[in-house]
């Protein structure tokens, strides 16, 4: 059975820090990219951050990008998101999800509708 399970979300103050973490069971790790989303009150759930396992590829998207790094773990077959000067706009639930990828694929920003397996979520909230 697969299973992403994210880990690490909390309250942080505008400019903080938080990491989070995706583990993964039940299946290939190195065959998957895990991609980083985000769903704030409201809106839709937006792609932000993705890694290839084989390769360790990454993508974000321009809204994250030099705040937030994305790295993986295939020994503990774990996924982080390190977020740095965080936002009151950063404010949602973070999920992971996971996609079978080819050998060769490299990494883009993630869309939602690319990915297969998802987890259940973790809130991160940042007040200003």
């Known amino acids: 059975e697969v299973q992403l399970v994210e880990s690490g979300g909390g309250l942080v103050q505008a400019g903080g820090s938080l990491r989070l973490s995706c583990a993964a069971s039940g299946f290939s790790f190195d065959e998957y990219a895990i991609g980083w989303f985000r769903q704030a009150p409201g809106k839709e759930r937006e792609g932000i951050a993705s890694?290839?396992?084989?390769?360790?590829?990454?993508a974000y998207t321009p809204a994250v990008k030099g705040r937030f790094t994305i790295s993986s773990d295939t020994a503990y077959e774990t996924v982080y998101l390190q977020m740095n000067s965080l936002k009151p706009e950063d404010t949602a639930v973070y999920y992971c999800?996971?996609?079978?990828?080819?050998?060769?694929?490299?990494?883009?920003?993630?869309?939602?509708?690319?990915?297969?397996?998802w987890g259940q979520g973790t809130q991160v909230t940042v007040s200003s």
């Open positions: 890694i290839s396992s084989n390769d360790g590829s990454t």
């Open positions: 999800a996971a996609k079978y990828v080819a050998a060769n694929w490299g990494a883009s920003p993630p869309q939602t509708y690319e990915y297969d397996f």
